[in-house]
């Protein structure tokens, strides 16, 4: 099985990407992993979705509403940021712009001077520290002696120790399974009136469901149109969750619900 994600070798992304398949490639955008996946080219793809101290990655929201793919796992993995550089003699931090924001705290107190440089990966922000010496990164530790040796001036700077991502594992679409304990839908009713949303959430608290995530996005139609990323606590091989289905689609008449799978949550440490 080959799987894609977000590259180069040693980000986040690829060590979660190790507990889906051992032939991984890279890509350098979220979107360009779902495609990926979208027209056939791979596997697998795995995306971060959510970070406990930023929310949500939006691209990845968006590319999936744009292709056609299931969703097939979700991989929750604690995220340990350390700070990495040649020497102490830094003038910028590089790095992904939620690791960034991850260690804000830290880095206004420690580094208040340094320019922030955010780049498309935390493992290329790794690989601009070792190619400048003026230029710190942001990444796992481990990536210190992953290639030219950094020197890891501090461990554990995320702002939170409960720091952790969540990843969702795409396919193919023909791949979705209605086992697992959660399901996830993308959801656009191409309208908007008083009480929409909250006919689209009673669809699943008449039926005993938990949401675990509602989140709208801009549709990309037109300004004030929006879709719906709806997750809840139950399998599409319920039949609860299909009449849940069944009565959003009917309020999205005018627009379209896409389920994207239910699958179950695997929690990965590295």
Known sequence: MRAVTLGPAGTYSHRAAGAVAEDVDFRESVTGIVE????????????PIENSIEGSVTESLDALAEFEVGVVREIV???????????????????HSQALAQCREFLEAEYPEADL???????????????????????????ASNGTELRVLDEDIQDRDSNATRFLVVAPTDERS????????????????PGLLL???????????????VESRPSGERLGDYLFHIDCEAGMYEERTE???????????????RWLGSYDTEHVLY
């Open 117 to 143: 440089e955010p780049v498309a990966s935390t493992a290329r922000g790794v690989e601009r520290a070792r190619e400048d010496p003026t230029i710190a990164a942001i990444g796992h530790p481990e990536n």
């Open 178 to 193: 209605k086992a697992g304990g959660k399901s996830s839908f993308v959801v656009y009713p191409s309208m908007n009136y």
């Open 243 to 257: 009449r849940a289905r069944e009565r959003i689609e009917s309020i999205a008449r005018k627009g379209w619900v």
């Open 36 to 47: 990926t996946v979208a027209t056939g080219r791979a596997d697998r793809g795995v995306i």
């Open 77 to 95: 993995t604690p995220i340990r940021h350390a700070l990495l550089a040649q020497s102490g003699e830094f003038t910028t931090v590089a790095s």
């Open 199 to 213: 006919e689209l959430l009673e669809a699943f608290a008449d039926e005993d469901i938990n949401l675990s995530r």
